[in-house]
């Protein structure tokens, strides 16, 4: 009896690792079956290949992460779901390629080099913008959003180099003084600055100023800042520096969201959103910023003329794009813009409305070069009251009343090559048609403007 147990405990015990075993076998297959592999080499244009570059790989919400060795090469583990591939490295411009769920175990990636200036890439910690001045720094998403501030303009405050005409941002200022100056250059007259979106003026066609609050803050990626003039690589605008402002322009999916509030009745609220279907992409990005403002006149000083200066906008934009292959992509974009301001006294009021399309595309060839196309326009209706108050600023009288309607027809084109390990030949074109009229009550002017521009740029070591 004690045999026929010990046979029937020693089968049982043989069953049991039997399962076991099976459980294990199926458990690793099933993991490997959720799992594949992405690899592949990272070089520069002239087929170097490029150590300890950044790869990131975004899937269904989750980020996997990993580094080139010193071959170039990297590899990275994750779910068998369609995603984007994310590459970069200091001195190169950033490279993001859509992946399906095929297997991608020998991907061949190459970064185009960034212009050949000094750059500093701000980082997160104690002193989030450089305290010195360099030719060239970049601010990105994190650093905006430790900022605290509403508005693109009172972050790049911190930025050196960087001032606007006055002292008062863009959440209190009147449109027309909202220019910017870079190292001190044009602050008192027409900006010699460049503002772009996405390569795009930002400036206005009538005037010059910049409407900051026109890009929903959420939909920044980074911030690009060069001091000093650049005219060889960004045409005449660019005589006394460029700002360009960076956002999404390539399919992915993604969701953004931010809201704020506070004193002063102040409200902010930002989304940006995207859907990409294969090679195909869709984004949305929406704001909405209100806030009473302040009375601007000293205390001591008021009088009952003296109101608040606030403002209420609204902006807005839809972006289709689409990747043509794994270095190449393309943009059409869609703009509104709308705002009403107070400026301190019950008849001081300005409203803007502008509408925008942009057209973009931007490709690299390891032969070649790389290349940049920008097609836009812009219709810009901009309307003021000017008042002249009293002097004990019990009364004000209207004076003036302008309507400046204002539009735009631009294309530019930027073609640049590495020569060798240090060089760097660039050259663009551009062109610009700008119509603007001023109807006030004395006085009844308008013009056109055209300008067609060709610079070029050799660097050397």
Not at 236 to 244: E, R, T
Not at 437 to 461: K, M, T
């Amino acid at each position: 009896m004690k045999n026929r147990t010990a046979a029937i405990y020693s089968g049982t015990r043989r069953l049991q690792a039997v399962f076991a075993l099976t459980c294990v076998l199926l458990f690793c297959a099933t993991a490997a079956a959720q799992e594949r592999v992405i690899a592949g080499v990272v070089s520069d244009s002239k087929g170097a290949r490029i150590a300890q570059a950044e790869v990131e790989f975004e899937f269904n919400g989750q980020i996997v992460r990993t580094r080139t060795d010193e071959s170039g090469k990297f590899r990275l583990v994750s779910a068998p779901e369609s995603g984007t591939l994310t590459v970069q490295s200091a001195g190169f411009n950033p490279t993001r390629i859509k992946l399906d769920a095929a297997p991608c175990d020998d991907l061949q990636i190459w970064l185009a080099p960034a212009t050949l200036v000094e750059r500093i890439v701000v980082t997160a910690g104690d002193e989030r913008i450089p305290v010195t001045p360099a030719s060239q720094y970049a601010i990105g998403r994190s650093e905006i959003a430790l900022s605290g501030a509403l508005t693109i303009d009172d972050v790049l405050r911190q930025a050196p180099g960087f001032s606007l005409f006055r002292r008062s941002g863009s959440l209190t200022a009147n449109p027309t003084i909202q220019g910017v100056s870079l190292r001190g250059v044009g602050a008192n007259g027409a900006s010699r600055a460049l503002v772009m979106y996405d390569g795009v003026a930002l400036n206005s066609p009538f005037g010059g100023w910049v409407y900051w609050n026109r890009i929903p803050r959420v939909s920044i990626e980074s911030v690009d800042v060069f001091n000093g003039a650049i005219s060889d690589l960004y045409g005449s605008g660019a005589l006394g520096g460029v700002i360009n402002v960076l956002t999404r322009t390539a399919p992915a999916t993604f969701f953004d969201f931010e809201a704020s509030g506070g004193n002063k009745s102040t409200g902010a609220a930002s989304i940006s959103a995207g859907k990409s279907w294969g090679t195909f992409g869709v984004g949305l990005a929406l704001q909405a910023l209100h806030t009473d403002g302040y009375v601007l006149v000293p205390p001591d000083q008021r009088g009952p003329v003296d109101t608040a200066a606030g403002t209420s906008d609204v902006s807005g934009s839809l972006t289709f794009s689409k990747t043509f292959g794994p270095r190449a992509h393309g943009f059409l974009r869609l703009g509104s813009f709308g705002e009403s301001r107070e400026n301190g006294t019950p008849l001081q009021i300005n409203d803007t409305r502008i509408t925008s399309l942009d057209l973009g595309t931007d490709w690299s060839s390891s032969n070649a070069g790389d290349f940049s196309v920008r097609v836009y326009g812009s219709s810009e209706v901009f309307n003021q009251n000017f008042t002249a108050v009293a002097p004990a600023r019990d009364s004000e009288v209207l004076t003036n009343r302008q309507r400046n309607p204002s539009q735009q027809l631009g294309f530019a084109f930027q073609w640049r090559r590495p020569l060798g390990n240090s060089h760097l030949i660039s050259a663009g074109l551009e062109g610009r048609h700008v119509r603007g009229h001023s109807a006030e009550r004395f006085v009844d002017a308008g013009g056109r403007q055209r300008s067609l521009g060709v610079f070029a740029n050799y660097s050397l070591p």
